[in-house]
């Protein structure tokens, strides 16, 4: 079979490779659609901090079930599955608390082992997650960005009556928009780029700023009558960024990051204690799938309005160049499998 093998930074290749055989309690799925992410795309430049090599990268991805490992009785061959990409111990402290997305030893498909950019790959049962027959294998791949809307929003404790904003109209600010405006949030969305803006007024964005031409804290300020922002979600992840947020946040206001910087943010105490703010990191997703799924079938959120663009697999480096070449005008990208 062929794979998406990244042997070191900057040597991405197919690859030829044997079909793994499942193993005990194990699946094996034909992959038959995967989404590009930015992690797949700082794996492959190096830029990953957590990542290990070699490495088949790919963590959004869907398929159908080929085969049964001994013992796994849930599944029949052909059934549609999505995959969650977190694997935990279920022992260590965050796991006991109901937080294996930050498990002590956590592994994730496609950065901490081998991942779904395959054309069969052999994973564990429970990190499957049925779909239905008649949903694309590309909107199976679409579970899991919106999964990471999901576990931000449920951090950060959104709720209806919130005004949030999300800084980056990229596909996380866009999943996230899309998860805010099913609960009736009222959402203000900020980016660089007036086509990523213009989409999230076509989502339900009640206000847009384009940063580079207007202030996003005078906008911020006007939008909320001066109260200052209850609740602003970064998608950005810039460490320049954080000073401003911590100045926008209203008393009593939530923070939360998802970037991975490793570079520092300065930090006002003062402001973060005059308004007593919180502030939550939130990675990955803790056993969101069920939940996104409902939302697909529901028809609560549109994950079809999130690809921009399809390549057939064996093409992922030209997907990867063409999605650094066309910032502006490309969203998600589907590899077809
Ligand atoms: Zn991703
Ligand atoms: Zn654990």
Redesign the pocket.
């Known amino acids: 079979m062929k794979v998406v093998f990244v042997e070191k930074p900057h040597s991405l290749e197919i690859r030829e490779v044997p079909v793994p055989g499942p193993g005990k309690g194990e699946v094996l799925v034909r992959v038959r659609a995967g989404g590009i992410c930015g992690s797949d795309m700082h794996i492959y430049h190096g830029t990953n901090p957590l990542a290990k090599y070699p490495r088949i990268i790919g963590h959004e991805f869907a398929g159908e079930v080929a085969a049964l490992g001994e013992g796994v009785t849930e599944y029949a061959p052909g059934e549609r599955v999505a995959v969650d990409p977190v694997t ?9 608390i109901g937080r ?1 997305n930050v ?4 592994e994730v498909f496609g950065v901490h082992r081998d991942g779904g950019f395959a054309e069969f790959v052999a994973l564990p049962v429970k990190n499957l997650h049925r779909i239905p027959s008649d949903w694309s294998f590309e909107k199976g791949a679409l579970v899991e960005p919106f999964t990471i809307a999901a576990n931000v929003l449920s951090r950060t404790e959104c709720s209806g009556g919130d005004r949030l904003l999300i800084l980056g109209a990229g596909p996380i600010g866009q999943v996230i928009l899309q998860a805010a405006r099913r609960l009736g949030t009222a959402c203000a969305v900020a980016d660089i780029v007036d086509v990523r803006l213009e989409k999230a007024r076509s989502l339900g964005a009640e206000l847009t700023v384009n940063t580079r031409k207007d202030s996003l804290e005078e906008k911020a300020a006007e939008w909320t009558g001066g109260a200052g922002v209850p609740l602003i979600i970064d998608a950005v992840g810039s460490p320049d960024l954080f000073p401003s947020l911590l100045r926008m946040a209203s008393p009593a206001g939530r923070i939360g990051l998802l970037g991975f910087s490793k570079e520092p943010s300065s930090f006002v105490q003062l402001e973060a204690v005059k308004k007593e703010l919180s502030i939550f990191g939130s990675r990955l997703n803790r056993n969101k799938f069920p939940e996104v799924i409902s939302w697909f079938s529901g028809g609560e959120v549109k994950p079809e309005l999130l690809v921009s663009h399809r390549f057939p697999f064996e093409q992922v480096r030209e997907a990867m160049k063409f999605i650094e070449d066309n910032p502006s005008e490309v969203c998600k990208v589907i590899l077809e499998f």
């Not at 498990?103 to 956590?106: A, F």
């Open positions: 935990s111990c279920g022992t260590c402290y965050p796991c006991s294996p498990c002590e030893r956590l």
